[in-house]
């Protein structure tokens, strides 16, 4: 039976998921069979699985870090935020319920069992589980019933270290203040911690790290400075989308949906020397010298089409087409491109009809059933096949789905209007194929460079070489039991 620990961290975003990955990699460079777990995720970007269901983003990358398939165990119970209040719940991959909050609270004991059986069957498979928490364990209004950070913990006996992150200021408090609140026996789980994304010299942090140690009694692993490459990585929460990079003279730009969803699709483009990739913020406008304009996916078609109007950008995107530009839709954006969306069931919402954007003469059909597949597609411009895959409700049909995007075993998916300057698919990843990616750009006389799977994973080849150099990884792995 395998080993396990748990890195959970002081709060949100600190840097468990990458820290996790890091962890991954070192072990699977020692020779082990790892496996990474986490109990309850809260993201709409997703990944298809190996084995036909959903997980969160973070952990695909963790799988890819430990070199092995993704499978829906490794995320057994996934939020996807449908409202500021709701989410869609999926347990082992597949959509169980929409939930609203208070609901939730009462719905997470009865998740245990999933939880429990899911990383018993990680364990089986493994010579190593490490486990990434949720949030906080500090957050003791969300303790009773919690199965995301020391209520899975205790459940499991897994031992953790815990994780705080000094750029965001406050580490001793994050630190210090979490032993003070949790539960004596929740705290007598956390074998250690460490400092996370310290920027300078970590020396002048020396009087600091000792005086955690004291007041705490807890070992500490080290200070990790910044890792600058981070980027590099799939992002997994909207927060940690970028809002500009780099300064191409082929100017990109994704509309910032409200429930923005697999956005890792503009990862790879990102990194192409010769393209500007900006996110539009709320409010924002969007620059009248764009090329390109992208509607990403979304976890509430309908309400981002709100969303949308509610920015003025349907009065800009109107504009961007008049003076010449393209715009791609991907997944719910290629929805929201048609000419109507129709949920009869009320599936996002009340039931009824709403008008799309027009920019496509499709319509689209809300259904329940979600479709998650990995397909080889071949794109209808060029005839090239790549790697993609799929996460969606509802279905889409149309005059302009007769001029497909792509073919899925010679049917046509996705559409294109008759300028060919509108174009929509429901296929997520497709820019992750480098040989796909640069004749697409080449459409655009854009030059594609570099290899995105080989860079990602020269990065987490760098991301374990720097927790190696800064972070005790061997005292780490010690601890799990």
């Not at 030059?447 to 927790?467: I, K, W």
Request: net charge negative.
């Amino acid at each position: 039976m395998a080993r396990a620990l748990m890195i959970q961290g002081t709060g949100s975003n600190v840097g468990k998921s990458m820290l996790v990955a890091g962890l991954c990699r070192a072990a699977k460079r020692r020779g082990l069979n790892v496996r990474p777990f986490k109990p309850q995720n809260m993201s709409n970007n997703a990944a298809v699985t190996a084995d036909g269901g959903e997980i969160g983003r973070a952990q695909a990358v963790q799988a890819l870090a430990a070199g092995v398939e993704t499978s829906v165990h490794m995320n057994p119970v996934l939020l996807k935020p449908e409202t500021e209040t709701g989410a869609q719940v999926v347990v082992q991959g597949k959509a169980m319920v929409q939930s609203e909050a208070r609901a939730y609270r009462h719905m997470k004991p009865q998740l245990m069992e999933a939880v429990l059986d899911s990383f018993g069957r990680l364990k089986a498979q493994s010579d190593l589980v490490i486990v990434e928490g949720a949030g906080s364990p500090a957050e003791i209004n969300l303790r009773a019933g919690d199965i995301a950070n020391m209520g899975f913990a205790r459940a499991a006996d897994v031992p953790v270290v815990l994780a705080g992150d000094i750029n965001r200021g406050g580490v001793i408090a994050q630190i210090v203040g979490t032993k003070s609140v949790i539960e004596a026996k929740d705290a007598a789980l956390i074998e250690g911690f460490l400092v996370n994304a310290f920027r300078g010299d970590p020396s002048l942090f020396d009087d600091g790290y000792l005086e955690i140690e004291r007041r705490t009694g807890w070992r500490g692993f080290g200070v990790l400075p910044w890792f600058e490459d981070a980027w590099r990585l799939p992002a997994e929460d909207a927060m940690d989308l970028t809002k500009a990079t780099s300064d191409g003279a082929f100017k990109i730009v994704c509309l910032g949906l409200n429930r923005i969803a697999n956005f890792d699709d503009l990862d790879p483009l990102a990194q192409e020397p010769d393209i500007s990739l900006q996110i539009l913020q709320a409010g924002q406008a969007l620059p009248g010298d764009t090329d390109l304009v992208i509607i990403p996916g979304s976890k509430s078609t309908l309400g981002d089409l709100g969303f949308l109007r509610a920015q003025g950008w349907d009065i800009d995107l109107q504009a961007h087409v008049r003076r010449g530009g393209n715009v791609l839709g991907i997944c719910g954006g290629y929805q929201m491109l048609g000419t109507k969306v129709c949920d009869p069931e009320g599936l996002e919402g009340p039931a009824g009809v709403i008008d799309g954007l027009g920019l496509l003469d499709i319509e689209t059909l809300m259904t329940p059933t979600k479709a998650l597949t990995q397909p080889l597609a071949r794109h209808a411009a060029t005839g090239l096949s790549f790697n993609a895959y799929e996460i969606h409700i509802g279905t889409s049909d149309g005059p302009d789905h007769s001029r497909p995007f792509a073919y899925i075993d010679d049917k046509p998916e996705g559409a294109m209007s008759a300028d060919g300057r509108i174009t929509g698919s429901y296929l997520h990843g497709m820019f992750a194929d480098d040989e796909f990616r640069k004749a697409w750009l080449a459409g655009f006389g854009v030059e594609g460079q570099g290899s995105y799977r080989a860079d990602v994973d020269a990065t987490l080849n760098r991301l374990a070489d720097h927790m190696e150099t800064h972070v005790d990884v061997d005292g780490i792995l010690s601890v799990a039991r």
